[in-house]
């Protein structure tokens, strides 16, 4: 039985401790199999431990010795754990693993990660009272707006979106919380709006529509269709005319980066092959633990998100006839359908506040 991690980097999986692999990249039979979630209560560990329990569960069909989900800061950690050897599997958004990947946007380095699995996308928009007179992205000017957890990553897809409408951070009073404190700011003033984010139905922004009268500050489309031209990661995606009790017409949001699991560039391509077979074959099994996982389809799965996807997965996804889809990046309708899926679970704060707590 799979031991997830308590606080921070701890914990063990069945079998042992939470080493890591003989080799530092996962895949000898013998090997400890780390994954790196996010801060425990959000979706992003829910799932990445549910994942764990499917692995662990087959791990004498592998040779494995363990498997352990590990409670960590997100996104931005788990890329140096997976540099450093210390996990074989980490969570992550994939809008900062394109990013990481490419070493822009504040990295050092260029990350050599790949992609095993685009699982659930993250739609986002700023989010203000309706009598806050912001009525575009670009009237965030001078205004005290929440850019997310402190140390969460927000900023690399808050400051495209910015750069777009013809902003920067500078322009505005930026301020850090979590989703649920800043739904407790806007309602008591103390900010005019914030950028929040999850499936179609994000219980922050139910929150927060069912205490206040709440305006989603709308992308300019043609901003938006550059967004989605500019960055792999970036996708369409509509939220319909009434999931939130003042929203009377259909929103033409953002996916401002799915979440997906990535693996070192040099990890070995049978172990990759069989925790992408393990998972997909289990998938309903992990979906119960979390409704997003229910966005883990066959057209989904196998989405592009501007991290090139591991030859291991490549070869499991060619064998099962869902490789290659080739609409799987352009369909402007996947991300919608897929966040729809899990849009009536409330279970956590949202999609948002699983990797942002210290992604």
């Known amino acids: ?16 401790d939470s080493s890591g692999s003989d080799n530092g990249n996962g895949g000898t039979s013998n090997s400890f199999v780390s994954i790196g979630t ?17 692995l662990a569960q087959h791990r004498a069909d592998t040779g494995w010795r363990g498997v352990t989900a590990e409670s960590t800061g997100g996104t931005l950690e788990n890329l140096r754990l997976l540099d450093s050897g210390d996990i074989q599997i980490g969570m992550a958004n994939s809008t900062i693993t394109y990013f990481a990947v490419k070493g822009e946007g504040g990295f050092e380095k260029s990350h050599d990660v790949k992609s095993v699995m685009t699982l659930f996308p993250l739609i986002a928009t700023f989010v203000t009272k309706e009598d806050s007179g912001i009525r575009t992205i670009e009237d965030l000017k001078d205004k005290r707006v929440v850019v997310g957890p402190e140390g969460a990553g927000f900023e690399y897809f808050i400051r495209p979106i910015l750069e777009a409408h013809g902003l920067t951070y500078h322009d505005f009073e930026g301020r850090t919380a979590n989703m649920a404190q800043s739904v407790g700011f806007l309602q008591d003033g103390s900010v005019d709006a914030t950028f929040i984010g999850g499936g179609l139905k994000a219980p922050a922004i139910t929150n927060a529509d069912s205490t206040m009268d709440i305006f989603l500050v709308p992308y300019g489309e043609e901003q938006r269709q550059k967004l989605v031209e500019n960055l792999p990661s970036f996708s369409k995606a509509t939220i319909p005319a009434g999931t939130y009790r003042t929203h009377t017409e259909a929103f033409e949001g953002l996916n401002v980066g799915s979440a997906h699991l990535i693996v070192r560039g040099d990890a070995d391509e049978d172990f990759v092959y069989s925790i992408t077979k393990i998972i997909w074959e289990n998938r309903a ?43 799987a990046a352009s369909d402007d309708n996947a991300d919608s359908e897929a966040a729809a899926d899990e849009s009536d679970d409330q279970s956590s704060d949202n999609a948002v506040k699983a990797d942002g707590q210290g992604s």
């Not at 039985?1 to 042992?16: D, I, K, N």
């Not at 996010?38 to 499917?54: E, K, S």
Request: net charge neutral; aromatic share 8%; glycine share 18%.
């Open 1 to 16: 039985m799979l031991v997830a991690a308590g606080c921070g980097r701890g914990g063990s999986g069945a079998g042992g």
């Open 38 to 54: 996010a801060p425990q209560g959000g979706v992003f560990y829910t799932v990445g431990a549910a994942v764990g329990d499917v």
């Open 285 to 327: 099994t992990i979906a119960e633990k979390h409704a997003a996982a229910r966005a883990i389809s066959e057209k989904n799965v196998v989405r592009e998100t501007g991290t090139a996807f591991h030859p291991g997965a490549v070869r499991y996804y060619s064998e099962a006839g869902i490789w290659p889809v080739a609409d």
